[in-house]
């Protein structure tokens, strides 16, 4: 059965251009699916055959991750998940029925995403800069970088030596769908990342990867836990109440620069979405942004 959901990332990688990350989500979902099916429930027979599949296999399934409470944005995942590989099996000719087809993924209502305050983005930034050490130095720059961009955190850390052209003041990025996509770059960010690749990398243990931008302490390439793990101890230090996740930085880009004027097609265009449907919930966040501006100069018109 492994063996066909390989097939089946494959697939999606190759001919539908799915990013790395939803790839391995996508396993992970499937091979819970496959533990799902080969576990003895209530006496029933094992599946080892996804021929042998049936829609209350799914069902069943769909329920049981209710009950362990998984969000209903992960439970939403996981059936695409399963709507997809199964719609992949029948066109491969490798079952004869569907059986999510008639499968309902849970309805997930959108929520604003966080963003931080142009005044916490500084916090956060000053916080990188407090100690003069080559990972505190390659922090500030990540952060700058990150900023400067709105780059997913997979991104960034994708980042390789020849992608910088600090000269003429532009990164070049490669996003999801292998779509690339080059970005001016702030003067700050500039002038942080020169003085990180002349003064901080080389000191950051013996290189193992030579084109990473960012390194961790082994000289191997930063990883987007290790990110995590740093940007959630810079917001503890900065006593920053927001919750912070590496998107929260992208989410806070995106409003900021809609809230200084930028056209929503440029900054789709920035973040790299490929529909600009994905960008237009930030314009709620504006609008919100405005809507207070105004009841704090006009308390009369509440």
Not at 71 to 94: D, N, Q, Y
Not at 186 to 210: K, Q
Not at 270 to 287: K, N
Request: aromatic share 6%; hydrophobic share 40%; charged share 25%.
């Amino acid at each position: 059965m492994d063996t066909h959901v390989e097939a089946f990332l494959h697939h999606l990688s190759a001919e539908r251009g799915f990013s790395a990350n939803t790839l391995s989500a996508y396993r992970n979902d499937l091979r819970q699916f496959i533990a799902f099916l080969s576990s003895q429930r209530d006496g029933s027979a094992p599946v080892t055959n996804w021929s042998q599949v049936e829609r209350p296999h799914l069902l069943e399934h769909v329920l049981a991750l209710k009950d362990r409470q998984y969000a209903p944005a992960t439970v939403a995942r996981k059936v695409a998940a399963m709507k997809s590989f199964f719609h992949f099996l029948r066109s491969e000719g490798l079952i004869g029925n569907d059986p999510a087809e008639d499968i309902d993924s849970p309805k997930v209502g959108k929520s604003l995403p966080n963003v931080l305050s142009e005044e916490e983005v500084e916090q956060l930034l000053q916080e990188s800069a407090r100690v003069d050490t080559p990972e505190a130095r390659r922090d500030e720059a990540m952060l700058e970088l990150l900023y400067a961009t709105g780059m997913r955190v997979s991104e960034l850390v994708s980042v390789n030596l020849s992608d910088l052209r600090l000269q003429e003041g532009f990164v070049r990025c490669i996003g999801k769908g292998n779509r690339e996509r080059v970005i001016n770059l702030h003067p700050r960010a500039v002038r942080t990342l020169r003085s990180f690749l002349r003064d901080s990398r080389h000191l950051l243990g013996r290189s193992r990867d030579a084109q990473a931008l960012f390194l961790n302490h082994r000289g191997e390439r930063l990883t987007r836990q290790g990110f995590w793990l740093l940007l959630k101890g810079y917001g503890r230090r900065a006593k920053i109440a927001t919750p912070i996740t590496p998107h929260t930085l992208r989410h806070s880009v995106a409003t900021h620069l809609l809230r200084g004027g930028m056209p929503l097609r440029q900054v789709q265009e920035l973040l790299g979405h490929a529909s600009i449907a994905t960008t237009e919930v930030y314009t709620h966040l504006t609008q919100d942004h405005l809507r207070e501006v105004y009841d704090a100069a006009h308390p009369r018109a509440r």
